[in-house]
């Protein structure tokens, strides 16, 4: 291999699908064995890790512009140039300075929230099952190096380009690639040196996914020089910040900037016509009027909370891949959740094992190869080496396996399906090493286990002989199964006897597995599904128990409580599903469905019966897809979760899709809107109460804003319809509206949770973010603020004989200081803000009233601010006015909360 320097070397340019295996190992000095730790270190240093460059992003120039793509801030920067052209230099630059600063903060924000993305992204990224020092284990896909052995599976994504080395019954989907429609067979023989790429079948290529089967690869190329590294600049793309909550308010900006200009055209034509007050005046007069409507920071304080949202979320191990799940989550009615691994621990074990002369029970739980085996009848222990019946059993569950049992870091883990892995583990509690134990009976052929035909057949040769073993789900085998094996050799099949085993174990929450064989000496060729499915000897069962979460109990019952239906979707036994779904408190237990009877149902039928049933067992993926579709048509919202390629389907039908971290294929995580980092129930949950804290958060925000922006405006308006002089400059205005937006407004985007979240009904998806309540609102708020700021601008003016510049600076505080009580009512939209906790119980509010507070006082008493602003220095005790307008304020708001809960009572 020619030397290259570290990261940046590209390897030599073979046509690995033209070569042999052999050859191909001996390229990259490798074997089956895999590398050395050691040498994997050396070659990522050499050759970097194995990713390829990120999406592209935007300029930050064209960001930059894209801050001034607003019709709102348009309308301000007219208003700029206007200003200009009559002389008005400060207001000009006044304006042009607020649209500077928030087109700065959207701009920085934005950027913020696109790092936030690509950060978790990174959380994404995928993991490659290598064979490493002989042993198989799971590592980050980007430290993969040419030379690695790779496994892959179905619904795997190919974590680099990968020249076959065995291949069962392997396909793989490359569209992305080649453009092939359907998926390509693929087999470990080399093709052709001018193979085009879509007929090279000898390789697996980096990002295309595992439709079928199994295989084992060497890694030839990673990084930028595979295949769909050297025309990455095609797949590139940018995940949009542009969510439906943002066209909404961009569409809400162009009606509220429509009837702002509207009503100050009214306003100045008023005051010429009527007041006969010059023209520029009043040109400046709804000049005014526009910047002090106009809720300039609103934009950039909503992406501020849908970003803090993303990133609360990610760090409760709910990963959201894309923004509009954020508002979706919120109006989740239904959850549709896998149970293995989601409301259970999946830490699968085997707890007893039916053979025809009886029932063993096995203690111990979890991973940990410790335990005991006993006979049911006499509560006494076993060994398993004088019971040769039980110890074959075990033995076939090892080998009809692809799990392996490892410990590290102090904890024993499965690398594979921790079904299978629960045999591995229940065979070393009997002294079965795996490894070694494979390696005594090699394996000879194999039907990779896939959903639809519920078995997995591996062939060996045991006792001298080649041996048909086969493991899957009981009903499935049973009707395989011909015979028994008995101590005395083989026997007649009572299926009644057995489905009533079967039922015995079910009924005590264990999921079931059957086990059975034939000799399969005269058996030449490539192993065929006709070739397991007839003739096969029954060995026995196995039922396994996954204890429940503990905290999806408790998320359970906050299900209930919001008015959301968990609803389980599973691939075991009716009678196993119903017994977990009672244990985790599930509304609906008194039946099961399953995938036969919604193979047999019409959809009209289905959609009847969706809102009765919680419980769906041996539900195959495309069963999934049904149910989203029936729940929708009943008017649901649906969560549905998924971990496999064939769930891609229900995942993208269902409104928040969520794809298992942990055990999902990427297949599931490329479809799902959102990945659960650990796999658990409690954390989708958790995601909601997440999601519908930030919806109203943003509701709040949108509510306490708009009410300072109302009370200027009708202000300026009212004082031009009177013929008065103007409480609040243009200049002024644009003061408050910064100071308001950028300290105040901000608060509320942290905001915590409240106490009820969960205990309200789910969200109206439809419904208008400003709906009649909050319109309501903001209409009698901004009322309130006008009669604070023209009672206080009066009582200065005509009462007091002060100045026009010391009226207008009473009036400025009384709108600051008002906002600010405003804040506090803010917190709760309807509930009760009256108390220690709804006045005191968040820092980041009282820390933005006291910024505001210092701000104020600058701006009263510093002379510099004084003579930009045009106001006067306020007498100590026009403060105690001030003040007790705001409490005033905040007890009348307070009043009417009161009022709307005793009138909804």
């Not at 220095?873 to 007790?884: D, E, Q, S, V």
Request: aromatic share 6%; charged share 20%; with cysteine.
């Amino acid at each position: 291999m020619s030397e290259k320097d570290p990261g940046t070397a590209a390897p030599d340019n073979l046509p690995w699908h033209a070569l042999t295996s052999h050859e191909a190992l001996k390229r990259l000095d490798s074997k089956f064995t895999g590398l050395s730790n050691a040498e994997s270190n050396r070659r990522l240093s050499e050759h970097g890790p194995n990713r390829i460059s990120s999406a592209r992003t935007r300029p930050w120039w064209q960001r930059l512009l894209e801050q001034f793509n607003n019709i709102l801030i348009i309308i301000l920067i007219v208003a700029a140039v206007a200003s200009l052209g009559l002389s008005h230099y400060v207001d000009a630059g006044a304006i042009f300075g607020v649209v500077v600063i928030v087109a700065l903060i959207g701009f920085i924000q934005e950027g913020k929230a696109e790092q936030a993305l690509e950060s978790i992204r990174t959380m994404l990224s995928p993991r490659a099952n290598v064979i490493r020092d002989g042993a198989r284990g799971g590592i980050p896909a980007e430290d993969l190096v040419p030379g690695d052995i790779v496994m892959v599976e179905s619904g795997d994504r190919v974590p680099a380009d990968l020249r076959l080395l065995e291949a069962t019954r392997f396909r793989t989907e490359e569209a992305a690639l080649t453009g092939e429609s359907t998926p390509v067979d693929k087999s470990a023989s080399a093709t052709p040196e001018d193979a085009v790429l879509a007929e090279r079948t000898s390789m697996a290529f980096a990002s295309t996914i595992v439709v079928q089967g199994t295989a084992r690869g060497l890694v030839v190329e990673t990084g930028k020089y595979t295949e769909i590294g050297r025309i990455s600049e095609m797949l590139r793309g940018v995940e949009q910040l542009r969510t439906p909550l943002l066209q909404q308010l961009d569409r809400a900006g162009r009606v509220l900037a429509a009837f702002i200009l509207a009503a100050a055209v009214i306003t100045a034509v008023f005051g010429v016509l009527v007041h006969n007050l010059p023209a520029s005046e009043m040109f400046m007069a709804a000049v005014g009027l526009a910047v002090a409507a106009i809720p300039e920071g609103l934009p950039a304080i909503v992406t501020i909370g849908l970003a803090l949202g993303v990133q609360a979320m990610a760090r409760r191990n709910a990963i959201v891949r894309r923004l509009p799940a954020v508002e979706t989550l919120g109006s989740i009615s239904t959850i549709f959740s896998d149970k293995t691994g989601t409301l259970t621990r999946n830490e699968m074990t085997v707890r007893s094992i039916f053979l025809p002369e009886g029932e063993y029970q096995v203690t111990g739980t979890g991973f940990a190869p410790e335990g005991h085996f006993q006979a049911s009848s006499t509560q006494q222990p076993v060994q398993p080496e004088s019971h040769p019946p039980l110890l074959h059993f075990l033995k076939v569950g090892v080998l009809c396996n692809d799990s392996e049992l490892a410990r590290e870091d102090e904890h024993w883990r499965i690398h594979g399906d921790p079904t299978e892995g629960a045999l591995v583990v229940a065979g070393a509690k009997a002294g079965l090493d795996a490894r070694t134990l494979r390696g005594d009976h090699e394996r000879r052929n194999a039907i990779p286990f896939e959903s639809e035909r519920k078995y997995m057949a591996t062939v060996h040769e045991v006792d001298g002989r080649n041996r048909l073993l086969v493991k899957g789900a009981p009903d499935r085998l049973l009707e395989m199964c011909h015979r028994v094996r008995t101590p005395d050799g083989e026997g007649d099949l009572d299926q009644d006897l057995w489905h009533e085993r079967i039922h015995a174990l079910s009924s005590r929450g264990l999921r079931v597995l059957a086990l059975a064989e034939k000799d399969s000496t005269h058996l030449e060729g490539e192993l065929e599904d006709e070739h397991a499915e007839d003739g096969l000897v029954l060995l026995g069962l196995v039922g396994m128990f996954d204890p429940p979460r503990d905290e999806v109990i408790e998320a359970v019952q906050q299900c209930l409580s919001a008015g959301i239906r968990p609803v389980m979707v599973t691939g075991d036994h009716a009678a196993t599903a119903l017994a977990i779904a009672r244990q985790l408190g599930f509304a609906h237990t008194e039946r099961a469905l399953t995938g036969k009877d919604i193979q047999q149902m019409s959809d009209e039928d289905l959609e009847a019966c969706i809102l009765e049933v919680d419980v769906f067992a041996r539900a195959a993926p495309e069963h999934k897809l049904r149910l989203v579709q029936a729940m929708q048509a009943r008017g649901g919202v649906c969560a549905m979760t998924g971990d496999g390629v064939n769930d891609g389907p229900a995942l993208k039908r269902a409104d928040v899709g969520v794809a298992m971290g942990v055990q999902g294929t990427e297949a599931a995580k490329d479809a799902a809107e959102m990945v659960l980092a650990d796999d658990n129930f409690a954390t989708i949950v958790s995601a909601i109460s997440e999601g519908r804290k930030v919806y109203d958060n943003i509701r709040k925000t949108i509510t306490f804003i708009l009410p300072t922006n109302g009370g200027q405006g009708l202000a300026i308006m009212l004082a031009v319809l009177a013929g008065t002089t103007l409480p609040v400059t243009p200049l002024q205005a644009l003061w408050v509206n910064m100071v308001v937006a950028v300290t105040l407004g901000l608060a509320l985007a942290f905001e915590p949770a409240e106490r009820d979240i969960m205990q309200r009904q789910p969200r109206d998806p439809s419904a208008a973010l400003l709906d009649g309540f909050l319109l309501w609102r903001v209409i009698f708020v901004s009322a309130l603020l006008l009669v604070g700021v023209f009672g206080i601008f009066t009582w200065i003016l005509d009462y007091r004989g002060g100045s026009e510049a010391l009226a207008r600076a009473g009036a400025v505080n009384m709108l600051v200081m008002g906002s600010a009580a405003y804040l506090i009512n803010s917190r709760f939209l309807r509930n009760n803000s009256l108390s220690i906790q709804g006045i005191f119980g968040s820092g980041p509010v009282w820390l933005a009233i006291g910024l505001v507070a210092g701000l104020q006082l600058a701006w009263t008493y510093i002379p510099f601010m004084q003579m930009v602003f045009g106001s006067e220095a306020l007498p100590l005790a026009y403060w105690g006015l001030i003040l007790g307008g705001s409490l005033l304020l905040f007890l009348i708001i307070e009043l009417e909360k009161w009022l709307l809960r005793r009138l909804h009572a």
